[in-house]
């Protein structure tokens, strides 16, 4: 018996709260919420799950990135650059995950918004080199700021050497301050997230439709290939990781490094080996910056990051060494990359007459000038500023939990931001007048409360979309970035039982996603879907993952392929999946629940096509 295909999705209006998440709504801001007196205008747009970015349940203080991010996005495209067919993206979180809907800019507005584009756009292209060598600087600044805020324990008085000076001022007025100032400088790196980031993608979106116009029917990949091959920042903590593996190798100290379970003590048991010392100096010297990378995304305040969990960079370098050993090279195909971004290039322009030659090659140049920032800035944000942003965070939580605000050290992120301000003033009140604050008493239990609410948001598997979808998808950035396609939305409405019911693996068949990375090969599929079972993964796995990250690269060495649920061709997957000539398909919607561990697997990287053999 089959079921026919849905035509819309859901309303969120209609969708009843999951079992054990009653009362969801009230864990998250009310500007994040479909609320009613907005419903005319919230069910007459098309939303989809921005599982790129949040995959999972995202907790109430863990809110203020996706508000941050989206606000900045926007201010770019609306008020900054005024990019004239696209305002910015409207966003919505909706039992627990978040939903995206882009903004168009009112056809009306378009042609006054034409030539301050091109005057604005035109001199941050013209340029771009100091720039954003001052944007290198107002990051690293933001970075130092956060990392001098500190959160302790007030003292039992004052100093006298502030009586003596006359301050005025309490330790309460620096717990204040220093949240105010951690929230307002996440704010200032999310702003700095986006100065060039939309830039980088028109400049790419431009040479895109130059090639389309010029060279009908060249593969979405033809045009990535003559960008890719850049030195880029982003893969620096995989590259430091190679060089030290390599190192220890060289100078005999890599059977200490290749034992299970590294940690703390394998650089103890190192430092006792031959050359161990010179190692130990390289790995510190790598440690900062490029271990300000997370296992994640830099989203959410559970991320782990290797330069809290060693046992992470030193479980690659581990695998590094034990490739190494099998006479493996372990280097990124850089010199084949650029050798085949050349030929490329010159083929297609030997079809150009010299006038077409001359633009194409403009266009190129400065999508090649920008493409770095487009995977760059995801280092010095999401992962440098959010690890410390979030550590910090950490730090204000185990003060209130020692103070028995919250059960658990890191209970704080069940609260949005707006009461951890409250929490905190309660707390500072109380020290200050000599009283016991009201947060002991107040928050243990509805902490707990909301903690089994996202546990049961986190048990049902969320709608890909909401609402009537469009009968084409056009907005570039929807498709080159996140993978969502016409044909995309038609196959989550044609799923067995309706939309956000995958059913059975056997229903469905073979799927289909975006042609990201070329190649074709066949395997055995490893599903993981946490940052947190990369060990699962074996030499010669085919990856499937919901998403995937781009400090997931040192796996790369030892799987075939990639498949993910989200993402276009200009997602971080796709793109990091290029550069270390890996075959990939993203976009399939839903592969990490259809398809199972140990099943065999063909991945058509340019094609766009998974088969599945049995």
Same mark, same amino acid.
């Not at 979808?469 to 799923?495: D, H, K, N, Q, Y």
């Given at each position: 018996?089959?079921?026919?295909? $849905?035509?819309? =999705?859901?309303?969120? %209006?209609?969708?009843?709260?999951?079992?054990?998440?009653?009362?969801?709504?009230?864990? %998250?801001?009310? &500007?994040?919420?479909?609320? #009613?007196? *907005? *419903?005319?205008?919230?069910?007459?747009?098309?939303? /989809?799950?921005?599982?790129? &970015?949040?995959?999972?349940?995202?907790?109430?203080?863990?809110?203020?990135?996706?508000?941050?991010? =989206?606000?900045?996005?926007?201010?770019?495209?609306?008020?900054?650059?005024?990019?004239?067919?696209?305002?910015?993206?409207?966003?919505?979180?909706?039992?627990? %995950?978040?939903?995206?809907?882009?903004?168009?800019?009112?056809?009306?507005?378009?042609?006054? $918004?034409?030539?301050? /584009?091109?005057?604005?756009?035109? %001199?941050?292209?013209?340029?771009?080199?100091?720039?954003?060598?001052?944007?290198?600087?107002?990051?690293?600044?933001?970075?130092?700021?956060?990392?001098?805020?500190?959160?302790?324990?007030?003292?039992?008085?004052?100093?006298?050497?502030?009586?003596?000076?006359?301050?005025?001022?309490?330790?309460?007025?620096?717990?204040?301050?220093?949240?105010? *100032?951690?929230?307002?400088?996440?704010?200032?790196?999310?702003?700095?997230?986006?100065?060039?980031?939309?830039?980088?993608?028109?400049?790419?979106?431009? /040479?895109?439709?130059?090639?389309?116009?010029? =060279?009908?029917?060249?593969?979405?990949?033809?045009?990535?290939?003559?960008?890719?091959?850049?030195?880029?920042?982003?893969?620096?903590?995989?590259?430091?990781?190679?060089?030290?593996?390599?190192?220890?190798?060289?100078?005999?100290?890599?059977?200490?490094?290749?034992?299970?379970?590294?940690?703390?003590?394998?650089?103890?048991?190192?430092?006792?080996?031959?050359?161990?010392?010179?190692?130990?100096?390289?790995?510190?010297?790598?440690?900062?910056?490029?271990?300000?990378?997370?296992?994640?995304?830099?989203?959410?305040?559970?991320? +782990?990051?290797?330069?809290?969990?060693?046992?992470?960079?030193?479980?690659?370098?581990?695998?590094? @060494?034990?490739?190494?050993?099998?006479?493996?090279?372990?280097?990124?195909?850089?010199?084949?990359?650029?050798?085949?971004?050349? +030929?490329?290039?010159?083929?297609?322009?030997?079809?150009?007459?010299?006038?077409?030659?001359?633009?194409?090659?403009?266009?190129?140049?400065?999508? *090649?000038?920008?493409?770095?920032?487009?995977?760059?800035?995801?280092?010095?944000?999401?992962?440098?500023?959010?690890?410390?942003?979030?550590?910090?965070? $950490?730090?204000?939580?185990?003060?209130?939990?020692?103070?028995?605000?919250?059960?658990?050290?890191?209970?704080?992120?069940?609260?949005?931001?707006?009461?951890? $301000?409250?929490?905190?003033?309660?707390?500072?009140?109380?020290?200050?007048?000599?009283?016991?604050?009201?947060?002991?008493?107040?928050?243990? #239990?509805?902490?707990?409360?909301?903690?089994?609410?996202?546990?049961?948001?986190? +048990?049902?598997?969320?709608? #890909?979309?909401?609402?009537?979808?469009?009968?084409?998808?056009?907005?570039? /950035?929807?498709?080159?970035?996140?993978?969502?396609?016409?044909?995309?939305?038609?196959?989550?409405?044609?799923?067995?039982?309706?939309?956000?019911?995958?059913?059975?693996?056997?229903?469905?068949?073979?799927?289909?996603?975006?042609?990201?990375?070329?190649?074709? !090969?066949?395997?055995?599929?490893?599903?993981?879907?946490?940052?947190?079972?990369?060990?699962?993964?074996?030499?010669?796995?085919?990856?499937?993952?919901?998403?995937?990250?781009?400090?997931?690269?040192?796996?790369?060495?030892?799987?075939?392929?990639? !498949?993910?649920?989200?993402?276009?061709?200009?997602?971080?997957?796709? @793109?990091?999946?290029?550069?270390?000539?890996?075959?990939?398909?993203?976009?399939?919607?839903?592969?990490?629940?259809?398809? +199972?561990?140990?099943?065999?697997?063909?991945?058509?990287?340019?094609?766009?096509?998974?088969?599945?053999?049995?």
């Amino acid at each position: 018996m089959t079921t026919a295909s $849905r035509t819309a =999705f859901p309303s969120p %209006y209609e969708m009843p709260a999951p079992a054990g998440a009653a009362g969801w709504e009230r864990l %998250y801001p009310y &500007h994040m919420l479909f609320q #009613p007196w *907005r *419903r005319a205008a919230e069910e007459g747009r098309f939303w /989809f799950r921005d599982s790129q &970015h949040w995959p999972t349940v995202v907790k109430p203080f863990e809110t203020v990135v996706v508000e941050l991010a =989206f606000k900045g996005l926007g201010q770019f495209n609306t008020r900054h650059f005024v990019v004239p067919p696209a305002y910015g993206i409207a966003f919505r979180v909706h039992q627990g %995950y978040v939903y995206l809907s882009p903004v168009d800019a009112p056809e009306s507005r378009i042609p006054a $918004r034409v030539p301050q /584009f091109l005057e604005r756009a035109g %001199y941050y292209y013209a340029n771009w080199d100091r720039l954003l060598e001052n944007w290198k600087g107002k990051v690293l600044g933001t970075i130092r700021e956060l990392e001098s805020i500190s959160f302790t324990e007030p003292p039992e008085v004052q100093p006298f050497e502030e009586i003596e000076a006359g301050v005025g001022l309490d330790a309460a007025d620096a717990l204040l301050g220093g949240y105010d *100032r951690l929230l307002a400088l996440c704010h200032r790196a999310w702003q700095y997230h986006f100065e060039f980031l939309n830039l980088g993608y028109a400049a790419y979106l431009d /040479f895109f439709h130059f090639c389309k116009q010029r =060279f009908p029917g060249i593969p979405d990949q033809g045009i990535a290939a003559m960008v890719t091959g850049a030195e880029m920042e982003l893969f620096r903590p995989d590259d430091e990781l190679r060089k030290l593996a390599k190192l220890a190798v060289a100078l005999g100290a890599d059977g200490a490094l290749t034992v299970p379970d590294p940690g703390e003590h394998t650089l103890t048991a190192v430092g006792r080996e031959p050359g161990g010392r010179d190692w130990l100096d390289a790995w510190n010297a790598a440690r900062d910056p490029w271990f300000n990378f997370t296992s994640g995304n830099g989203l959410y305040s559970s991320d +782990r990051y290797w330069r809290d969990t060693l046992s992470l960079p030193l479980g690659y370098i581990r695998d590094y @060494i034990l490739r190494l050993r099998r006479g493996e090279t372990i280097d990124r195909p850089l010199a084949e990359l650029v050798a085949e971004r050349e +030929r490329i290039t010159s083929e297609y322009a030997a079809l150009l007459d010299s006038s077409a030659r001359a633009d194409f090659e403009a266009k190129l140049s400065l999508a *090649r000038q920008v493409y770095p920032y487009v995977e760059n800035h995801n280092f010095y944000i999401e992962h440098w500023s959010m690890g410390v942003f979030w550590r910090k965070s $950490r730090e204000l939580s185990a003060l209130l939990h020692r103070a028995g605000f919250w059960p658990g050290a890191n209970d704080m992120f069940y609260l949005t931001c707006d009461e951890v $301000r409250t929490a905190l003033f309660d707390y500072a009140s109380g020290w200050a007048i000599g009283v016991e604050p009201a947060g002991p008493g107040h928050w243990p #239990p509805e902490v707990e409360r909301r903690r089994r609410i996202v546990a049961a948001l986190a +048990r049902q598997r969320p709608e #890909p979309a909401l609402n009537e979808p469009p009968g084409e998808v056009t907005e570039p /950035f929807s498709v080159m970035l996140w993978g969502i396609t016409s044909e995309r939305i038609r196959s989550w409405l044609a799923a067995p039982g309706g939309p956000g019911d995958l059913g059975d693996l056997g229903d469905l068949g073979d799927l289909t996603g975006m042609a990201a990375s070329p190649g074709v !090969v066949e395997g055995t599929a490893r599903v993981i879907h946490s940052p947190d079972e990369l060990d699962l993964v074996r030499e010669g796995d085919i990856l499937v993952a919901p998403v995937t990250a781009p400090s997931w690269a040192p796996v790369f060495g030892k799987i075939r392929a990639t !498949v993910t649920d989200i993402g276009g061709v200009m997602s971080h997957a796709a @793109i990091v999946c290029r550069e270390y000539r890996l075959p990939a398909v993203t976009g399939t919607g839903s592969a990490s629940t259809r398809i +199972r561990t140990g099943q065999r697997i063909r991945v058509d990287g340019t094609a766009g096509t998974v088969t599945l053999l049995d």
